[in-house]
């Protein structure tokens, strides 16, 4: 029988068969990525950007900067990172499950620890603010020795680095609190990597340049005592005021990066101001404005109390109410009022 030929417009009843396709290569790592040979591979892994995760939060700006290339290849090398890992919408259950990877350092003070859910926790940055002597400086003496206790005994198991931009950190005071818990002062102090930053351009360096030693030394906590000393004595004026809290705003979020890409947690003191417009109630504020407000997950604020108490104020936190507690400041560290 003689086949009809087929009329305009008219569709084969026969399946077409598809070109065949080459199989695109998974991307399960940096030298992975389309356009990334293994000089700009190198120079990303020199500046941090290590794993695909660290790519995937990157400013365009920045990942040109570092590695040499092009924005518009830095664009391309962001954009194939997130298309690699699974960066969309997920249920809040897996949220839950995910936050149960968040550890916790412990203040030393029980009545401290529940005021904040159970201790300094990882992947957050906790502030506290308050006047001189209020007790800022010496949380972080007692974080920088409790991080590394052991995780059934409140703490991390790793090292600390601590920023420095007061000239206020005293390793005679690690030594006593380390000696109060039975510790061996030498080891604390070997744990505890310390930079002097000695303005708020250095201060942003240290930071940035974190991740080698983050990953070398097993950091748990990064310190920042305080935060904003530096950016005040920088940026004087009114003038210099937009540039000081764009400066300060980048330099928080990438405290967060750290947190988030290593699971460590954040502790930093700020300073404090008086407002001559308070007439009635507490005149003292913070520094650093909304940018700092906002940035800070778990924010202090500490006063001084009767011989060695300390009061302790939760201002703002995503999950935990209003409340205060008293806590003291001895020669053995932080602790509970007996």
């Known amino acids: 029988m003689k086949e009809e030929p087929l009329l305009i417009g008219e569709q084969s009843q026969e399946p077409i068969e598809p070109k065949s396709k080459k199989k695109e290569k998974k991307i399960t790592n940096i030298e992975d990525i389309p356009g990334v040979g293994g000089t700009i591979a190198a120079k990303l892994k020199d500046a941090g950007y290590d794993n695909m995760m660290s790519l995937a939060v990157s400013m365009p700006v920045e990942l040109a900067e570092v590695a040499g290339i092009g924005e518009g290849t830095a664009i391309k090398v962001i954009n194939a990172a997130r298309d690699a890992l699974d960066m969309g919408f997920e249920t809040g259950d897996r949220v839950l499950e995910r936050r149960k990877q968040i550890g916790r350092i412990t203040t030393g003070s029980k009545e401290l620890d529940a005021l904040i859910g159970g201790g300094v926790e990882t992947q957050a940055i906790t502030e506290a603010f308050g006047k001189f002597g209020s007790g800022k400086s010496q949380l972080a003496f007692q974080l920088s020795v409790n ?12 090292a600390v680095m601590f920023v420095d931009s007061e000239n206020t950190f005293r390793p005679e005071r690690i030594v006593q609190i380390a000696t109060a818990k039975g510790l061996d002062p030498d080891a604390v102090l070997k744990n505890i990597y310390v930079a002097r930053s000695q303005n708020s351009d250095h201060q942003i360096l240290l930071v940035e340049k974190a991740g080698d030693t983050i990953k070398e030394h097993n950091i748990k906590i990064i310190i920042v005592d305080s935060l904003t000393s530096s950016f005040r004595s920088d940026y004087v004026g009114r003038g210099m005021l937009a540039d000081r809290q764009q400066k300060l705003n980048k330099h928080l979020h990438m405290l967060q990066k750290l947190a988030d890409m290593y ?9 404090v101001m008086d407002r001559p417009d308070v007439l009635f109630g507490d005149p003292t504020a913070p520094v650093g404005g909304n940018v700092l407000a906002h940035q800070s997950t778990y924010r202090l604020y500490f006063r001084r109390s009767k011989e060695d108490r300390r009061v302790a104020k939760i201002v703002d936190s995503p999950n935990m109410p209003d409340g205060e507690c008293v806590f003291r400041v001895s020669e053995a560290g932080i602790g509970d009022m007996e």
């Open 263 to 271: 699971n460590l947690a954040i502790y930093v003191t700020n300073q």
């Open 147 to 158: 991080a590394q206790l052991p995780v059934e005994q409140g703490g991390l198991g790793g």
